[in-house]
């Protein structure tokens, strides 16, 4: 399921899509960040988004640019804005906008919900060739400051383009929720006030928010629809068109694609200054032969813009008196946006809040990586922290009646929100709702919502009745009738209008309803636009296919022609040279001077009257390459069983050779014959076909006269497999990089192996190249361990690591094998978690096992049907021997997430977990000793191993913990970590003895019951003085401690591993570090879990992680 957000500017539009591990910013075809919000149309189809903005400066009057700029506008409204852009418009019905292009020779009308419904498809299309998958849910941003009806056209389009918004969203609220969802440093003692400044390429957007841990609150929108990039644009614009026509005597602004050209070098003069002093400007060809020239300085740019500049703190100023706040009380001032990089800008806003804006987040992605996190958030497919955001609504929604304004939803109100209102009268009714006009509502903007029809007339026109209606204000900021009823009330207040406060209600009646938004798309024009639209992409598919036949075409002339004179000379006659080569010429004249008109037919139909041309040289060359290719596998093959006749027996060795040298005999008489090529190929692959099979049936023979040779050579090899075998389950036990470069060793010794095997050598030499063997795995590998840290530990094997050994040909040993070689491993690996004692007695049963396994392998008597049969009755008796020596030392069960197979412990061993005092006093000495050890080894730990910790509170004392393999850590952020062995050092049980618990260095291992208090031994070890950390549920699914209340001073509580999916702590005090969770390679950490009972995410993984 796709988690898309999607940022339509008036200049340009951004993707995100928010994944696990954080938000990725998706590239266009051009592998640009950011898409032109251009439609181009010329002669035969569409170009958008960058194709679109290339098209433009040669077709202007067709492209249709800044289109967000008139969704939901009246044509009248924006009248003047119009004469501005180079496309032709004209009023529509109702009082809306018409555009008019020239496409396809034919004149067509659109309106800007289709226009930017093209360029949403356009987006849409571009994500999915990203992803790969198809999209439908996203998250679109709109600028506060739109009107009910403009949003409503905004999901008329998305509609349109087959997406489905789960919401609208402000841009100023997702710029706010990208901030805060990765901050931690958020002040403990009240809320952090932040003013974000976004001004954009056609407006200014501010957003005052207040962020708190876990959750943030939109304060107020305020903006200036009228102030934006375009605007300092338009100041150069004028300033060089001016000087042109004063110096060259040129009128740029009766010339479109002249004011086209200069508006597109003014934006390139402005981004030169936001970084130099001075930026020149230089135009070939403006208007005709005509080449002009400027230069401008930034004092005298930002004083042509000083009027605009005065603008920038308005919005700013007018949000502090929303929220009667104070300059001093905002905390901090973030400007995004691409028309904020003008420097003057920057000064201005430190000037009026006496501290310098930041500058933390992208400025042109802010919005869209914003919306895909809130599209994560609604989207089951990802799970998100939990983060709480509270957006408010810029302006106050009415019901205007004769009597006066009833208030439905005040300036600044959260939404979504509902209200519910009491109305007497007769049915059906009409409700109109409305913005109230205030000093900042934009000009040009309906201020009538909608009207809202209640009721239907089957009811007498006389009679009144008691009507209860509810008014939603929805997620995108939407005005809708969400239900009506009829009542009887009982505690009626009187009055036409009521807000409803509480009432008693009986015997309720639904109503009906129906909503009417002005210049809002009805049902037909939605209807109508999905046709044009299906006609236009129909038409696009078309003429883009046609594209591609005439580039084969093209394509399928230039290599036929260089064919023709190298790789296909020989088998081509002069005629049919001379006839293909004059074909080939009329089509490339064709293509290029009488073929712009051409459909696909034409072209298809070109290509295969080529085809048909040179299709007999085409299969006489075809017919060469198979004879060729035939003949040297047979080669091939001759020379390879040649080659290994080297070693079989004097009488094998002959055989073979006749067998090779018939063959070559053949096959040089062969060519001399006069055959079909199709045949002759055949023939050859035919006897490579019998050469095999007879060297392979001589050979097969030999296997068994010459089996005491290659006994006595196994024989003599068992040393150096003993020491390979030993060698590879060594590198079990070390660290990832050391494993690797130990199996590298192991594998060339194999090969090494295997050449002595099956390889004719005088038997005096056999112990030498042995034993030198042997030396040089050793002295390598202990090289290499010698690097590794003296705490290296067994990882937990992933799948099967086992390796195959296999000596005899049929490799039926080595795989049989596979059980008892990773029975061996893991009871290995569980060695490493007992005492002294009993980890030696399990390692002897692990030697003895693998003696038995290299016997195994090199026992040539047995039958392959008994092999599974020894393999089993192996395993069983190492674990039930290993079984037997657990049992005797541990008293809880093996965990059931474990690779090992279930060991559980019999039920009256239980009563066996009270150790005495002087047990608890030599763990905590053995793990002080264990602490001061690793210390002075965390510099060393690879980075594979360490993990990063958000802070939660202060943190005293040392911090110790777990790794994802339940060993080592390095705490980030000033507290340094130690890693711990896993060593048992003791236990514990809870009062009612039904509770066990392992107490290891740092590793409590805990039973699947519910948790219980825990006893004082426990306690005593979590309150030592050089402060144990206490980590629960290191394997299981599910564990609980219940009220450790005299744990007081736990450093560490809760830490999950891998493999651990829930976890709750009691009342536990003075906790310094809370949950964390972690699922396969990755922990993530969160400061937000305190208190909290379900695992949480933090900002290590971009506050995102698969369910």
């Known amino acids: 399921m796709s988690v898309i957000g999607f940022d339509i500017g008036n200049e340009s539009c951004v993707i995100a899509v928010a994944k696990r591990g954080g938000v990725d910013v998706l590239l266009n075809n051009e592998s640009k960040r950011e898409t032109p919000a251009v439609v181009s149309f010329g002669g035969k189809q569409r170009f958008l988004g960058s194709a679109g903005a290339a098209y433009a400066t040669a077709n202007p009057k067709s492209t249709v640019s800044q289109i967000k700029r008139l969704i939901g506008k009246l044509y009248k409204e924006v009248e003047e804005d119009l004469k501005q852009l180079p496309f032709t418009t004209r009023e529509g019905p109702r009082g809306g906008i018409l555009i008019e292009l020239d496409y396809m020779g034919t004149e067509w009308t659109f309106t800007p919900v289709e226009i930017l419904a093209m360029l949403l498809k356009h987006l849409k299309q571009l994500t999915e060739k990203n992803l790969e998958t198809s999209v439908v849910d996203c998250v679109i941003g709109i600028p506060s400051y739109f009107s009910d009806l403009q949003r409503r056209l905004y999901l008329d389009a998305a509609l349109l383009a087959g997406l489905k918004p789960l919401r609208l969203m402000h841009d100023g609220t997702a710029i706010a929720l990208g901030y805060g969802m990765y901050k931690t440093d958020f002040s403990d003692s009240g809320p952090t006030i932040v003013m974000f400044v976004d001004i954009g390429h056609c407006d200014t957007q501010v957003t005052l928010a207040a962020f708190e841990q876990g959750r943030m609150k939109i304060l107020s929108h305020t903006f200036d629809q009228n102030l934006g990039g375009r605007d300092f644009d338009e100041v150069l614009f004028n300033h060089f068109a001016a000087q042109f026509n004063e110096e060259y005597k040129l009128n740029v602004y009766s010339n479109v694609r002249a004011s086209a050209r200069l508006r597109a070098s003014c934006e390139k003069v402005k981004k030169v200054l936001s970084a130099n002093a001075e930026a020149p400007l230089s135009i070939e060809c403006l208007i005709g032969d005509n080449d002009v020239r400027g230069f401008i300085t930034r004092e005298e740019f930002e004083n042509l813009s000083s009027k605009l500049l005065e603008r920038v703190t308005v919005p700013c100023d007018i949000a502090l008196k929303n929220c009667r706040l104070s300059v001093d009380k905002i905390h901090i001032i973030e400007l995004v946006g691409s028309g904020s990089r003008i420097p003057a800008i920057t000064k201005i806003l430190t000037s009026f809040f006496k501290k310098e804006p930041t500058r933390t987040l992208n400025a042109s992605e802010c919005v869209a990586r914003g919306c895909a996190l809130r599209c994560a958030m609604l989207s089951p497919s990802l799970i998100v922290r939990d983060y709480k955001v509270e957006d408010s609504f810029p302006y106050s929604i009415l019901i205007p009646t004769p009597q006066g304004e009833i208030m439905l939803f005040s300036k600044g109100s959260p939404f979504p929100s509902l209200n519910t209102m009491n109305h007497h009268k007769r049915i059906p009714f009409y409700v109109q709702v409305a913005y109230r006009k205030e000093m900042d509502f934009p000009a040009g903007t309906s201020h009538i919502v909608g009207r809202f029809g209640i009721g239907q007339s089957e009811l007498s026109d006389a009679e009144k009745v008691k009507v209860k209606f509810v008014v939603k204000l929805n997620d995108s900021g939407i005005v809708e009738l969400d239900s009506a009823t009829i009542i009887e009330d009982t505690q009626y207040f009187g009055g036409l209008w009521n807000v409803m406060a509480g009432s008693h209600m009986s015997n309720d009646l639904n109503l009906s309803f129906t909503e009417n938004v002005d210049v809002s798309t009805t049902n037909d024009e939605l209807n109508e636009a999905i046709k044009k639209e299906k006609m236009l992409t129909e038409q696009d598919i078309k003429v883009e296919t046609t594209k591609d036949q005439r580039n084969t075409l093209e394509s399928f002339v230039y290599d036929t022609r260089s064919k023709l004179s190298s790789s296909y000379k020989r088998f081509a006659s002069d005629s049919e040279t001379e006839v293909i080569t004059k074909n080939l010429q009329e089509t490339e004249e064709w293509l290029y001077e009488d073929s712009d008109d051409e459909s696909e037919q034409d072209y298809t139909g070109k290509l295969n009257h080529l ?21 040297k596998s047979l080669q091939s093959c001759i020379a390879t069983y040649h080659s290994h006749a080297n070693s079989l027996p004097a009488d094998k060795k002959e055989k073979v050779n006749n067998v090779c040298t018939e063959a070559e005999k053949w096959l040089s008489s062969l060519t001399q014959k006069d055959l079909p090529p199709k045949t002759l190929a055949d023939k050859i692959n035919h006897a490579t ?13 030999e296997a068994s006269s010459s089996s005491d040779s290659a006994d006595a050579r196994a024989k003599a090899a068992k040393p150096l497999h003993t020491c390979i075998t030993n060698y590879y389950l060594l590198a079990e036990s070390l660290r990832a990089e050391k494993k690797e470069k ?29 034993n030198l063997t042997i030396e040089m795995v050793v002295r390598k590998c202990k ?24 000596l005899d040909s049929e490799n039926a040993r080595a795989q049989a094998a596979k059980p008892l070689y990773t029975c061996i491993v893991n009871s290995y690996l569980l060695a ?19 003696q038995w396994l290299i ?44 690779d090992l197979r279930d060991q559980t412990v019999e039920s009256d061993q239980k009563d066996q977990l009270r150790d005495s005092e002087s047990d608890w006093t030599k763990a905590a000495n053995s793990l002080q000793n264990c602490i001061e050890e690793y210390r002075s080894q965390t510099e060393s730990l690879s980075e594979d191993v360490k993990l990063k910790v958000a802070r939660v509170g ?15 850590v390095v705490f980030e952020g000033g507290s340094r970590g130690v890693g711990l062995a896993r060593h048992v050092l003791g236990r514990a049980k809870d009062k009612k003895g039904n509770q066990n618990y392992e107490v290891c260095c740092s590793l409590v291992v805990c039973s699947r019951d519910e948790g219980k208090e825990v006893e004082t031994g426990f306690d005593d070890v979590a309150m030592s003085s050089f402060g144990i950390a206490v980590v629960l549920g290191s394997v299981w699914w599910r564990c609980e401690v219940g009220n450790a209340t005299r744990s007081k001073k736990l450093n560490l509580i809760n830490v999950e591993t891998p493999w651990s999916v829930d976890a709750r702590v009691g009342d536990a005090k003075e906790m310094t570090w809370m949950s964390a969770c972690g699922r396969k390679k990755e922990v993530m950490w969160s400061e937000e879990c305190k208190g909290r009972d379900q695992p949480c995410l933090g900002e290590e993984s971009g506050g995102l992680n698969d369910p």
């Open 832 to 850: 490493e978690s007992l005492p002294p004692v009993k980890k030696e007695k399990v390692e002897n049963v692990c030697r003895e096992a693998v």
């Open 742 to 770: 130990v199996k590298n060793v192991c594998r060339d010794a194999e090969h090494r192996l295997i050449d002595f095997i099956y390889t004719n050598s005088p038997s005096k030499t056999w112990s030498n190249k042995i």
């Open 954 to 968: 202060s943190v005293k004392g040392k911090g110790v913990g777990v790794g994802d393999e339940g060993v080592d």
């Open 783 to 806: 090289n290499i361990i010698r690097s590794e840290a003296s705490f290296s530990r067994h990882k937990e094997p992933v799948g099967s690591v086992t390796r195959d050994q296999p």
């Open 855 to 898: 016997n195994f392998l090199y026992q040539k008597d047995s039958s392959s049907k008994t092999l599974p049969i020894d393999i089993n009755h192996a395993v069983n008796l190492v674990e039930s021997e290993c079984h037997r020596i657990i049992s005797s030392e541990s008293s809880f069960s093996m965990p059931e997430h474990s």
């Open 689 to 701: 076909d019998v050469v095999e099979s007879k060297c392979k049936n001589i050979i097969r023979s």
């Open 611 to 631: 085809k048909k041309l040179l299709e007999p040289v085409e299969t006489r060359y075809n017919e060469d390459i198979a004879i060729a290719k035939a003949t």
